[in-house]
């Protein structure tokens, strides 16, 4: 379907397909082989001048908003969420600099993620606390002109790949929720490492790992916004980075059902490929209308989110929850439709099944959208 | 650094038709890209510059169409492009061609470098840049796989040979054709595109260049191509599957009928 996208966004589409096509699907297979991080693909986007579609124009960037990153996302989903989620994990990293951060902050970090010199990570999830984000137990206390971080954060993309760190601590666990805020740590700074590469299921092209801080001492200039905020920024920077999460999903499916269109076009059964039947046309067919609907969907979600930045949450938990779990169930299909060969290595399709369930779990599980969704409801049928 | 690299319009190796009359690749309406040597010579090109300043300009010898590839070649790092276009030039023979682009250059101006792709998907002749050598009177090395070395007086290259490779040294201006060994292109960029939107195309037309009219396109042309036909469509082909002994059968079953 055509959705009239202007000049410049069609610019956007034609650079991240061409990656896609050229860098990264011809790649994918090794990389999730070897769980190995796509450096040189990231470089390759880097002087595609990628990094800078979200960044702001005045730090180099290109200033484009959450539809632009939307329409770059689904393209490297369509290759390899692996790819993708390197690529995105590196906003989720500065988003909080942008939203909440002072102008040298800006000046200071945003320039080298927008050539792609710096890569960014954003350190929220711990041990116990993930989805209830309230059990934080990593700590910040002042000391003179320095802060002191203390705890171990769990599962952060881009650890150990990237340079600039979003990481979320508590200041005053007498204040709760106002008691978090959010620091730039960066690599380098005393007390701060990176644990092992996590084995995952799936994604195995990103970098997952343990962040610890012992005694981590930084300067007092790198809390991101007030003392207290974090949570906010935490908030408002998941609402505007999930529907690129969404967008891996609408690309992951586009790529699953081309595979099986492809597989069902050249496979023959009982003489007739096996696109003659029903039974398969009508599969691909369900297929395509989730992909397209979710697609819409998200599309909307990124113009809505861009055009209201107050009313982000219901927007962009309702285009993640939906496009995911859309993704999740395109790919097993995918899988079914090329049957034992879907289910075999030499094919993408079962790598696309794997990578698709870390799409429903990370950045808010579907489970905790779907409270975010009632929540919301169950505000705006109050006011009735 | 000034680099002057020549480019070529070719037709999708997946979308060739021939004009029945001419004999020649018929090129209006048909799906074009970028000669892929090409690329390699641009991108090297764009390199050289990167590492040691100098200007690009991307020069192409074509139907007016030629201008979305030159705007390509801009996205791709090209500071300017030349489109030398003339209803005159059309049917031009690789001597036509090496003498329309002579007589551009020397209008283009100084150059230290002048890059050309190994030779062309479409008529494969790999003619053009070693004439157009010829004609400035400048060394040419052909086959370039890598560039080792880049001083302010002269290049020192690598030229694939069948058996390895040639280590060859030559002072500017100087002319070099590459293979694809050389680099990988780049994808375009963003600020590229934006930029290869607002480009001027700089049109150099027969006249603008100063070309002897019988020196040009099918006039100038010593090559008559008699006769040009595709290469015909290979048969019916079929893979064997089973064990040796179920292949031989299988193979046994389709040949019993031609005897």
């Known amino acids: 379907?055509?959705?009239?996208?202007?000049?410049?966004?069609?610019?956007?589409?034609?650079?991240?397909?061409?990656?896609?096509?050229?860098?990264?699907?011809?790649?994918?297979?090794?990389?999730?082989?070897?769980?190995?991080?796509?450096?040189?693909?990231?470089?390759?986007?880097?002087?595609?001048?990628?990094?800078?579609?979200?960044?702001?124009?005045?730090?180099?960037?290109?200033?484009?908003?959450?539809?632009?990153?939307?329409?770059?996302?689904?393209?490297?989903?369509?290759?390899?969420?692996?790819?993708?989620?390197?690529?995105?994990?590196?906003?989720?990293?500065?988003?909080?600099?942008?939203?909440?951060?002072?102008?040298?902050?800006?000046?200071?970090?945003?320039?080298?993620?927008?050539?792609?010199?710096?890569?960014?990570?954003?350190?929220?999830?711990?041990?116990?606390?993930?989805?209830?984000?309230?059990?934080?137990?990593?700590?910040?206390?002042?000391?003179?002109?320095?802060?002191?971080?203390?705890?171990?954060?769990?599962?952060?993309?881009?650890?150990?790949?990237?340079?600039?760190?979003?990481?979320?601590?508590?200041?005053?666990?007498?204040?709760?929720?106002?008691?978090?805020?959010?620091?730039?740590?960066?690599?380098?700074?005393?007390?701060?490492?990176?644990?092992?590469?996590?084995?995952?299921?799936?994604?195995?092209?990103?970098?997952?790992?343990?962040?610890?801080?012992?005694?981590?001492?930084?300067?007092?200039?790198?809390?991101?916004?007030?003392?207290?905020?974090?949570?906010?920024?935490?908030?408002?920077?998941?609402?505007?980075?999930?529907?690129?999460?969404?967008?891996?999903?609408?690309?992951?499916?586009?790529?699953?059902?081309?595979?099986?269109?492809?597989?069902?076009?050249?496979?023959?059964?009982?003489?007739?490929?096996?696109?003659?039947?029903?039974?398969?046309?009508?599969?691909?067919?369900?297929?395509?209308?989730?992909?397209?609907?979710?697609?819409?969907?998200?599309?909307s979600a990124a113009k809505h989110i861009q055009a209201h930045p107050k009313d982000m949450s219901k927007a962009s938990a309702i285009c993640k929850t939906f496009a995911t779990d859309m993704a999740m169930k395109v790919t097993t299909d995918a899988v079914q439709v090329m049957g034992g060969y879907g289910y075999m290595s030499e094919y993408p399709v079962e790598k696309m099944m794997r990578d698709a369930k870390i799409l429903q779990i990370y950045e808010g599980t579907n489970q905790i959208q779907r409270n975010v969704i009632g929540q919301e409801l169950n505000k705006e049928y109050s006011k009735a | 650094m000034k680099i002057i690299v020549c480019i070529k319009q070719v037709p999708d190796a997946k979308d060739v038709r021939l004009d029945p009359v001419t004999n020649t690749l018929a090129r209006e309406g048909v799906q074009s890209i970028m000669n892929p040597y090409d690329q390699h010579a641009l991108e090297e090109a764009v390199r050289l510059k990167e590492v040691h300043g100098g200007e690009v300009v991307a020069v192409t010898m074509g139907p007016p169409q030629a201008e979305e590839m030159l705007r390509l070649a801009i996205s791709c790092g090209a500071d300017t492009v030349v489109l030398v276009s003339d209803r005159a030039f059309a049917g031009a023979d690789t001597w036509a061609t090496s003498y329309t682009l002579e007589k551009a250059l020397k209008k283009i101006g100084d150059y230290d470098l002048i890059l050309c792709g190994k030779q062309a998907i479409d008529g494969d002749t790999a003619q053009v840049g070693p004439g157009l050598a010829t004609r400035l009177g400048i060394p040419f090395v052909t086959c370039v796989q890598k560039v080792r070395e880049a001083t302010a007086t002269g290049l020192v290259m690598e030229r694939m040979m069948d058996d390895g490779y040639d280590v060859v040294a030559a002072d500017f201006p100087l002319l070099a054709t590459v293979v694809k060994d050389i680099n990988e292109p780049r994808v375009p960029s963003l600020k590229g595109k934006m930029k290869a939107k607002k480009a001027e195309i700089i049109t150099l037309s027969a006249a603008d260049i100063g070309a002897d009219t019988t020196c040009i396109g099918l006039p100038g042309s010593p090559t008559k191509v008699v006769d040009v036909f595709p290469p015909p469509a290979r048969g019916e082909r079929a893979v064997l599957e089973g064990s040796i002994d179920e292949q031989i059968e299988q193979l046994v079953d389709k040949l019993v009928p031609y005897l």
Not at chain 1, 199 to 215: N, P, Q, V
């Open chain 1, 1 to 299: 379907m055509d959705y009239f996208l202007s000049e410049e966004q069609q610019m956007i589409v034609d650079i991240a397909r061409q990656i896609t096509d050229e860098r990264i699907i011809p790649n994918r297979a090794e990389l999730d082989k070897n769980h190995e991080f796509p450096r040189q693909i990231l470089n390759d986007m880097a002087k595609a001048d990628l990094f800078g579609v979200p960044i702001p124009e005045e730090y180099g960037g290109f200033g484009g908003g959450c539809f632009d990153i939307v329409l770059t996302v689904e393209q490297l989903g369509r290759g390899c969420i692996g790819v993708g989620t390197a690529f995105a994990a590196n906003f989720l990293g500065v988003y909080p600099i942008i939203i909440s951060g002072s102008e040298e902050m800006k000046q200071k970090y945003l320039p080298d993620v927008a050539t792609g010199k710096k890569f960014g990570a954003f350190g929220l999830t711990e041990a116990n606390a993930g989805s209830d984000a309230s059990g934080i137990q990593t700590t910040a206390v002042l000391d003179g002109d320095e802060w002191v971080l203390n705890g171990t954060k769990q599962w952060i993309t881009n650890g150990g790949e990237a340079q600039i760190y979003s990481v979320v601590a508590i200041t005053d666990r007498s204040r709760g929720p106002r008691g978090a805020s959010i620091f730039v740590v960066e690599e380098g700074d005393p007390g701060f490492t990176c644990g092992p590469k996590e084995k995952k299921m799936g994604i195995r092209a990103s970098s997952t790992t343990e962040l610890i801080f012992k005694d981590c001492r930084i300067p007092k200039d790198r809390l991101i916004g007030r003392e207290g905020t974090g949570f906010i920024t935490v908030m408002k920077t998941l609402d505007l980075s999930r529907p690129g999460i969404a967008s891996l999903g609408v690309g992951l499916g586009q790529g699953a059902l081309d595979e099986a269109g492809k597989y069902a076009k050249q496979r023959k059964q009982f003489g007739k490929p096996i696109m003659a039947f029903q039974a398969v046309q009508h599969m691909l067919a369900d297929m395509a209308i989730g992909v397209e609907a979710a697609r819409a969907l998200v599309y």
